[in-house]
């Protein structure tokens, strides 16, 4: 977590969570905002972004699919936001699975 840390020192926590919320209403001009391209998205069960009103049912009951439709999501149960640290072998066995169930060869 030093790592992360380190990278907000410069510019402050306060930018990082202001950009997204600053550009929420910009208007791209895109009319359908869908993914299509196969997606992963790994998250654990004890993730706080749980918690924020509305982001359980966005992302158990599906209603992010309705975006991205070829995302796959894995809950892992005893990973928190930052799985990727916290389960490396099982992350990166999950996303090789993924690389080679979507590879076009």
């Known amino acids: 977590l030093d790592v992360y840390a380190t990278l907000y020192q410069?510019?402050?926590?306060?930018?990082a969570l202001q950009v997204?919320?600053?550009?929420i209403?910009?208007?791209?001009?895109?009319?359908?905002?869908?993914v299509i391209a196969p997606s992963l998205l790994i998250m654990g069960e004890k993730d706080y972004v749980m918690k924020f009103p509305g982001m359980e049912d966005y992302m158990r009951k599906g209603i992010v699919k309705q975006f991205m439709p070829?995302?796959?999501?894995?809950?892992?149960?005893e990973g928190n936001h930052f799985v990727q640290e916290q389960l490396p072998e099982q992350v990166n066995e999950l996303i090789l699975t993924f690389l080679n169930k979507n590879s076009s060869t």
Do not use: A, E, V
């Open 70 to 77: 070829n995302l796959d999501i894995t809950f892992m149960p």
């Open 25 to 34: 209403q910009l208007d791209c001009g895109i009319t359908n905002p869908k």
């Open 20 to 23: 997204p919320y600053r550009c």
């Open 10 to 15: 410069n510019s402050g926590f306060r930018t």
